[in-house]
C-alpha cells in the first residue's frame, strides 16, 4: 500500500482482534503510526507484534484499558496524551454483546458502557488533540443491527425491562445509539476540520459473541458460516480513516464505503440531545465539542 497515511497518528480501541487488528494492520501498512487499545496485557502483546510484523511498520504501539470502566477510559486518554503529540484519526471500534445483563464497575449495564459511553468519552476527552491536528477524523464503528433498536428514555440500561432476544435488544440499542451519537457529535464539530462518521462493517467472522455460552454461542456458529472474511469487513473503517474521497465528508452513515440511509429513528434530532445530555451526565465530563 502507498504510504498515503504518513505522519498521521491513529487511535484504534477494540485492536487486539477482528476488524480492529486488521484496521490497524492495513492503516500501519499505509505508513501511519498506529496506537491499539486492549484490555488483556497477553493478547494486547501478542496483538502488538503481530500488527508489526503483517505491516512491516515499528512505530506501532500499545495501550491497556478496559473501557467498560469510566475511570479506565480517563486513564488511557491521559497515557495517550502524556505519550503523544497529534491526533488524526479516532476509531472508536471497541464492543461487545452478552447473554445475560451485567453490570460495570461504575454500576452501568454492560452492553451499553462497552459500546456507547466509551466511545461518548473517550472522543470528548480527546476533542482538542483531534481540533489542533485537523483536518482529522472519527470513524464510529456501529452495526446494521442499528436498524432494529429503540431507545426507551425511561430504562435505557435494561433495569426494568426485559434484557431481550439473549442481549442482542441490548446491543442494536447501543448501536442505534453509536449513530445517534455520530450525527450529533458532526453537528458540533462543524467549522472545526474534524469530521465524524460511522460505518457498518458487514457481518464479520472474528470472535465476536464467543464470549458468550449456551444458544448464543450456538447461534454464532452457525451464522458465522455466512460471514465475511476480516480483511472485508476491516475495508469501510479503513477507507473513512483514511481516503481523501471522504475528506471534509461528515455526519454520514456508510455501508461497504458507501453513504446509506440509517434507521428513521437515528434521525431525531431532539433524541440526540438527549442521549448526549444524559450521557455527560453519566461520564461527568462537560462537553468539549462546540456546541
Same mark, same amino acid.
Given at each position: 500500500?502507498?504510504?498515503?497515511?504518513?505522519?498521521?497518528?491513529?487511535?484504534?480501541?477494540?485492536?487486539?482482534?477482528?476488524?480492529?487488528?486488521?484496521?490497524?494492520?492495513?492503516?500501519? !501498512?499505509?505508513?501511519?503510526?498506529?496506537?491499539?487499545?486492549?484490555?488483556?496485557?497477553?493478547?494486547?502483546?501478542?496483538?502488538?507484534?503481530?500488527?508489526?510484523?503483517?505491516?512491516?511498520?515499528?512505530?506501532?504501539?500499545?495501550?491497556?484499558?478496559?473501557?467498560?470502566?469510566?475511570?479506565?477510559?480517563?486513564?488511557?486518554?491521559?497515557?495517550?496524551?502524556?505519550?503523544?503529540?497529534?491526533?488524526?484519526?479516532?476509531?472508536?471500534?471497541?464492543?461487545?454483546?452478552?447473554?445475560?445483563? !451485567?453490570?460495570?464497575?461504575?454500576?452501568?449495564?454492560?452492553?451499553?458502557?462497552?459500546?456507547?459511553?466509551?466511545?461518548?468519552?473517550?472522543?470528548?476527552?480527546?476533542?482538542?488533540?483531534?481540533?489542533?491536528?485537523?483536518?482529522?477524523?472519527?470513524?464510529?464503528?456501529?452495526?446494521?443491527?442499528?436498524?432494529?433498536?429503540?431507545?426507551?428514555?425511561?430504562?435505557?440500561?435494561?433495569?426494568?425491562?426485559?434484557?431481550?432476544?439473549?442481549?442482542?435488544?441490548?446491543?442494536?440499542?447501543?448501536?442505534?445509539?453509536?449513530?445517534?451519537?455520530?450525527?450529533?457529535?458532526?453537528?458540533?464539530?462543524?467549522?472545526?476540520?474534524?469530521?465524524?462518521?460511522?460505518?457498518?462493517?458487514?457481518?464479520?467472522?472474528?470472535?465476536?459473541?464467543?464470549?458468550?455460552?449456551?444458544?448464543?454461542?450456538?447461534?454464532?456458529?452457525?451464522?458465522?458460516?455466512?460471514?465475511?472474511?476480516?480483511?472485508?469487513?476491516?475495508?469501510?473503517?479503513?477507507?473513512?480513516?483514511?481516503?481523501?474521497?471522504?475528506?471534509?465528508?461528515?455526519?454520514?452513515?456508510?455501508?461497504?464505503?458507501?453513504?446509506?440511509?440509517?434507521?428513521?429513528?437515528?434521525?431525531?434530532?431532539?433524541?440526540?440531545?438527549?442521549?448526549?445530555?444524559?450521557?455527560? !451526565?453519566?461520564?461527568?465530563?462537560?462537553?468539549?465539542?462546540?456546541?
Amino acid at each position: 500500500m502507498a504510504n498515503t497515511m504518513q505522519g498521521k497518528t491513529v487511535l484504534i480501541s477494540g485492536a487486539t482482534n477482528g476488524i480492529g487488528k486488521q484496521a490497524a494492520v492495513d492503516l500501519a !501498512q499505509m505508513g501511519a503510526q498506529v496506537v491499539i487499545i486492549g484490555r488483556s496485557k497477553a493478547r494486547t502483546d501478542e496483538a502488538l507484534r503481530e500488527i508489526q510484523t503483517a505491516s512491516g511498520n515499528n512505530d506501532v504501539h500499545a495501550l491497556l484499558a478496559d473501557l467498560s470502566s469510566m475511570a479506565e477510559v480517563r486513564r488511557v486518554a491521559d497515557d495517550f496524551r502524556k505519550q503523544f503529540s497529534r491526533l488524526d484519526v479516532l476509531l472508536n471500534n471497541a464492543g461487545g454483546v452478552f447473554n445475560s445483563r !451485567q453490570e460495570t464497575v461504575d454500576g452501568y449495564e454492560m452492553t451499553f458502557a462497552l459500546n456507547h459511553l466509551s466511545y461518548f468519552l473517550l472522543t470528548n476527552l480527546l476533542l482538542d488533540m483531534l481540533k489542533a491536528s485537523a483536518p482529522s477524523r472519527i470513524v464510529n464503528v456501529s452495526s446494521e443491527a442499528q436498524s432494529g433498536g429503540a431507545l426507551d428514555f425511561d430504562d435505557l440500561q435494561f433495569k426494568n425491562t426485559a434484557y431481550g432476544m439473549g442481549g442482542f435488544k441490548a446491543y442494536a440499542q447501543s448501536k442505534l445509539m453509536n449513530v445517534m451519537f455520530t450525527y450529533e457529535l458532526a453537528r458540533r464539530l462543524a467549522g472545526t476540520g474534524v469530521t465524524a462518521n460511522v460505518l457498518h462493517p458487514g457481518f464479520v467472522n472474528t470472535g465476536f459473541g464467543k464470549n458468550n455460552k449456551g444458544l448464543m454461542q450456538f447461534v454464532m456458529g452457525i451464522i458465522t458460516v455466512f460471514a465475511i472474511k476480516v480483511e472485508d469487513g476491516a475495508k469501510t473503517s479503513v477507507y473513512l480513516a483514511s481516503s481523501p474521497e471522504v475528506e471534509g465528508v461528515t455526519g454520514k452513515y456508510f455501508d461497504k464505503s458507501k453513504p446509506k440511509r440509517s434507521s428513521p429513528a437515528s434521525y431525531d434530532e431532539a433524541a440526540q440531545k438527549r442521549l448526549w445530555e444524559i450521557s455527560e !451526565q453519566l461520564t461527568g465530563i462537560a462537553s468539549a465539542a462546540a456546541v
